[in-house]
């Protein structure tokens, strides 16, 4: 009977871990897969095109072929070349997949991806239990699965949102490997690796993975180091760890992208050159902010557009972090403080080293999300806690009536339905998602550079059903996103003087009046329809 009892009590939270892994994964999952094959984004077009090169070079053991981009963007090629394997084996077409231009297609090409991102969700949730409590991590969890702008990104087949998850995966694990060491039981005779460096392994191959992806993952490896040494107090133990890391994450780097197998100088120069080219000269359409066209935005720019893109919930979460932090003597509670003290420096890091190149989107600071919504439910809990812990002065003894016993609960609850209501709501429009404490969308296309794409199709659905005539061209500054959607042929400078006669449509796009891209002639001559994805971004 009690062996019985014992093995109850046992299992209990491992069945419980489990089960709270799997919802997340679906929480996380299900916006990131459900019909998010309606638009394509602005630059999805050359990752499906990199991506068909990049599984056709390794099909034909043209390794030097897999160079397709110096971001090095190989994790998303991998991705989106075992999307068109899926795809193509789920519609009997073949290896080769098919070309992007249905629903559907598009769906199977991004799920890989969706997936990954959705795991690295439920991935995080143990170390974050181990990092902070269950209170913490399971708030984090369900914050990070609804964010809106990752959610956005993390349906498409690009990079940003696969930087973000496998940068805080990485940072998470050499956190719990770090401030855990002194703590960890000695491993059994049988085992042949300590847990500890079995989490700076896996730390490194999330950090490999992320290099794989992007450059400003290089920015993992002073953070592992400085959390290393907060955790060890030891730079001989720090230099040891930075150097199984170093290796590992390089081994994963060399091992999956096989362009570097035949050319691995080029490999390194290539991912340079991406940075010291591409990454600091403006972009090339130019950008927008504070209601001015611009070249460079400045070094205001991701403050604001971070402030536009956060909830409600996860900035009042960081308002709460900052109000209630006072670390305590407890062991769980000094290591959740240095957990988001690193967490806070890594998006400072961030946002210097991206504030630098005058090359700026809202999505460059993507990694940053998931650092600030960890320490946004951080900042909930510390928050209740003190609230629990506060004695009220005789002429507030009423507020005593408050502490109930299930409001944290509650609050809980509420906020996450909350958050999720708020992803269904703009459901597949994610990249649509702005504050709306700080004035929502209207103040977004007042502010920053806006619309990647989304509401387009709804362009195209419009002219599908008015266009008489398939042969006349229809003229459009995003041509090959708007061609995805109609049979006509689009013309795809705003800049020509096209016979008007010739012409059935002229389509613009919100980002197109910003930053003043377009012929005044044929704004002045357009406007008998608007399409909107929660805001109106097309116009034809």
């Not at 231009?101 to 991102?117: F, G, I, K, M, Q």
């Not at 460059?364 to 900042?379: E, T």
């Not at 906020?415 to 709306?436: D, K, R």
Request: net charge neutral; with cysteine; glycine share 8%.
């Amino acid at each position: 009977m009690n062996q019985t009892h014992t093995t109850h009590t046992t299992r209990t939270p491992a069945v419980l871990s489990l089960l709270l892994f799997g919802l997340l994964f679906c929480l996380a999952l299900a916006p990131r897969v459900l019909g998010v094959g309606t638009f394509v984004t602005s630059d999805e077009n050359l990752w499906f095109d990199r991506s068909e090169a990049f599984g056709q070079a390794l099909r034909t053991g043209d390794y030097a072929r897999t160079n397709q981009a110096g971001h090095p963007g190989v994790t998303t090629m991998w991705l989106g070349a075992a999307g068109r394997w899926l795809h193509g084996s789920l519609t009997d077409r073949g290896g080769d997949g098919s070309t992007p231009e249905d629903p559907h297609d598009r769906a199977l090409l991004r799920l890989p991806v969706a997936v990954v991102t959705a795991l690295c969700i439920a991935l995080a949730f143990p170390l974050l239990r181990r990092l902070f409590d269950l209170r913490v991590a399971l708030l984090a969890g369900v914050l990070w699965a609804t964010d809106p702008f990752l959610v956005a990104h993390s349906q498409l087949l690009h990079v940003d949102a696969l930087l973000a998850s496998l940068m805080t995966l990485s940072l998470l694990a050499a956190m719990v490997a770090s401030f855990s060491d002194g703590a960890t039981p000695p491993a059994p005779a049988c085992q042949r690796m300590h847990p500890r460096i079995r989490l700076v392994v896996a730390s490194a191959v999330a950090g490999g993975l992320a290099l794989l992806t992007k450059s400003p993952s290089v920015l993992l490896l002073p953070m592992v180091a400085l959390a290393t040494f907060l955790g060890t107090k030891s730079l001989w133990k720090t230099l040891q760890t930075l150097l199984l890391w170093g290796g590992t994450a390089l081994g994963i780097w060399v091992a999956l992208w096989p362009f570097a197998w035949v050319d691995l100088p080029g490999a390194v120069q290539r991912v340079w050159n991406e940075v010291a080219q591409n990454g600091a000269t403006p972009h090339g359409g130019g950008n927008f902010f504070l209601g001015h066209p611009v070249d460079d935005p400045g070094l205001l720019f991701y403050p604001v557009a971070l402030v536009l893109r956060l909830t409600p919930w996860t900035l009042a979460g960081l308002l709460a972090a900052a109000v209630a932090a006072r670390p305590r003597r407890q062991t769980n509670q000094t290591r959740a403080t240095l957990a988001v003290s690193l967490l806070i420096l890594s998006v400072l890091l961030l946002l210097i080293a991206l504030s630098v190149p005058s090359k700026k989107f809202d999505r460059y600071f993507l990694p940053a999300s998931p650092a600030l919504v960890i320490v946004a439910a951080a900042g909930w809990v510390r928050l209740w806690e003190r609230w629990e812990q506060w004695e009220p002065s005789s002429p507030f003894q009423f507020l005593r009536l408050l502490r109930l016993p299930h409001l944290p609960h509650l609050l809980f609850l509420s906020m996450s339905l909350l958050a999720t209501i708020t992803t269904a709501w703009y459901h597949p429009y994610e990249l649509a998602y702005y504050n709306p404490l700080v004035g929502g969308g209207s103040v977004a296309m007042q502010t920053i550079l806006v619309g990647w794409g989304e509401g387009l199709e709804q362009a195209g659905d419009y002219l599908a059903a008015h266009s008489d005539d398939c042969d006349r061209p229809v003229l459009a500054w995003r041509a090959k996103k708007l061609g995805y959607f109609i049979g006509n042929p689009v013309l795809a400078s705003l800049d020509a003087s096209p016979d008007p006669v010739m012409l059935d449509y002229a389509v613009l796009y919100v980002n197109v009046a910003q930053r003043n891209a377009h012929d005044g002639t044929i704004r002045r001559a357009v406007g008998d329809h608007a399409a909107s994805a929660h805001h109106p971004y097309p116009w034809h």
